[in-house]
Antibody
Framework: EMQLVQSGGVVVQPGGSLRLSCEAS????????MHWVRQGPGRRLEWVAL????????FYADSVEGRFTISRDNSKSSLYLQMNSLRTDDTALYYC??????????????WGQGTLVTVSS | DIVMTQSPDSLAVSLGERATINCKSS????????????LAWYQQKPGQPPKVLIS???TRESGVPDRFSGSGSGTDFTLTISSLQAEDVAVYYC?????????FGQGTKVEIK
């Protein structure tokens, strides 16, 4: 069974940093591009970042470019999101998402349960 | 960025009746090189992550009931639930994967009338 197990929720102050992690099992992790997608207090879904199967290419939403870094360790079947200079509008449920394909990336095939990130003083 | 707009925002349908959700993209998500529309539909039930129902505008994912169908091409797409069941109460999203940034529609909430 495919699983994406995400780290627990946290509260962080504005301007702070945080690293999210996601451990995959039940499929060949290195065969798939991976994404982070977030869902804020309203129900809108926002794609955050994408990483190629081998980590060789990354893409970001404009809202996080320069502040967030997506990375992966295929030897640990793990995906990460380093979040710096956090703002209150980064408050959201962050999903780790497996892509259908290795490259080029396609659609969101399987989602983790999400990590709640609250940015508040 | 490609803007995805869904209509309606919410929909109440009687059990066994048809539900239709529309999605419009601000530019075409059709690649003529491979004749594919880069459009997916997702279902999100309360307290759960989204689940993909339809990819390539009209291809049902494995295990998805055949009452769910997708149609359309270019900029206009439709998700149809042919006979609404109680377990279909959810928010439905369209999303393009034609380019980055990937973007979603605002969601359509489907309820039982």
């Amino acid at each position: 069974e495919m699983q994406l197990v995400q780290s627990g929720g946290v509260v962080v102050q504005p301007g702070g940093s945080l690293r999210l992690s996601c451990e995959a099992s039940g499929f060949n992790f290195e065969d798939h591009a991976m994404h982070w997608v977030r869902q804020g207090p309203g129900r809108r879904l926002e794609w955050v970042a994408l990483i190629r199967w081998d980590g060789g290419e990354t893409f970001y939403a404009d809202s996080v470019e320069g502040r967030f870094t997506i990375s992966r360790d295929n030897s640990k079947s793990s995906l990460y999101l380093q979040m710096n200079s956090l703002r209150t509008d980064d408050t959201a449920l962050y999903y780790c998402v497996k892509d259908k394909n290795s490259w080029p990336a396609e659609y969101f095939h399987h989602w983790g349960q999400g990590t709640l990130v609250t940015v508040s003083s | 960025d490609i803007v995805m707009t869904q209509s309606p925002d919410s929909l109440a349908v009687s059990l066994g009746e048809r539900a239709t959700i529309n999605c419009k993209s601000s530019q075409s998500v059709f690649y003529s090189s491979n004749n594919k529309n880069y459009l997916a539909w997702y279902q999100q039930k309360p307290g759960q992550p989204p689940k993909v129902l339809i990819s390539w505008a009209s291809t049902r994912e494995s295990g998805v009931p055949d009452r769910f169908s997708g149609s359309g091409s270019g900029t206009d797409f439709t998700l149809t639930i042919s006979s609404l069941q109680a377990e279909d109460v959810a928010v439905y999203y369209c999303q393009h994967y034609y380019s980055t940034p990937r973007t979603f529609g605002q969601g359509t909430k489907v309820e039982i009338k």
